[in-house]
């Protein structure tokens, strides 16, 4: 496994938080269904205006990927079989792709795919997304990390919470209408953060979604999220999964 099993979420008591309001359970709706590569062990999800980019993990198999909204694979870059890919964001023309345990970022330009250097970080990297400006990664802790892009120098960060109870195990990030949206790693949740307080807003509970496919499989979780921002319209999938799920979060 990728990663030594843990409890997806670890429970810590705060009195500062005491008084705090539990997030809300929401349900969803699948809105379409399309294919998805059932070989891509899905890390990163992003929507381009047209499809998607995706970075795909495991030693070996890893890649930066361009597909198109039905699933078929337009371009594909294979990345050093010593990394394990992880999350991906696409900001100012270039694709940041994190890696597991390697402490860098591979930057790419996006429209060649062409290699251009790595950004260096102290921490796992799990999941990425950006705000436009910044950068926002995830590295299976409670804690989001917030970069200039240029430099990855990390600029603040924040403890996730649920009325002072840790969020711990996060993962593929996606920044929704102003929102970080993560998902919670080995759980079928969607956590909605606000990314000033790291207050969990809402948890999107997915359960029922996962390919029957993959039910044997521990490793083939829920993990990816895209949203396009001018239809507001938002996709997820998983590890090894052979659909993507257009959803309406209710």
């Known amino acids: 496994m990728k990663r030594i099993l843990a409890a997806a979420l670890f429970l810590v008591i705060s009195s500062s938080y005491a008084q705090a309001p539990r997030a809300l359970l929401q ?29 795909t993990g495991q030693y ?3 890649t930066l990927r361009e597909t198109t909204l039905e699933g078929r694979v337009l371009r594909r870059v294979p990345v050093d079989d010593k990394i394990f890919a992880e999350g991906l964001a696409w900001l100012g023309g270039k694709l940041y792709q994190l890696t597991w345990t390697n402490n860098k970022a591979l930057v790419y330009d996006a ?28 590295d299976g802790s409670n804690q989001l990390f917030f970069l200039e892009p240029s430099t990855f120098k990390v600029l603040r960060t924040v403890s996730v919470n649920n009325a002072g109870s840790e969020i711990r195990n996060l993962n593929e990030l996606e920044w929704v209408n102003g929102e970080v949206w993560a998902n919670i790693w080995q759980t079928d949740m969607i956590a909605r953060i606000d990314p000033k307080t790291g207050r969990v807003i809402a948890l999107i509970n997915l359960v029922g979604l996962r390919p029957e496919n993959t039910l044997s499989n521990g490793d083939s979780v829920l993990n990816g999220i895209a949203y396009d921002a001018k239809t507001k319209r938002i996709w997820v999938t998983g590890k090894n999964w052979d659909k993507l799920y257009e959803i309406k979060v209710k």
């Not at 429209?111 to 995830?138: C, M, N, P, Q, V």
């Open 27 to 55: 349900s969803y709706e699948v809105v379409k269904t399309y294919a998805h590569d059932p070989k891509a062990y899905t890390q990163g999800l992003v929507w381009n205006g047209t499809g998607f980019f995706e970075s």
């Open 111 to 138: 429209k060649t795919f062409k290699l251009e250097g790595t950004r260096s970080y102290k921490t796992e990297g799990w999941g990425l997304a950006t705000d436009g400006k910044e950068l926002i990664l995830s």
């Open 60 to 62: 070996g198999q890893s």
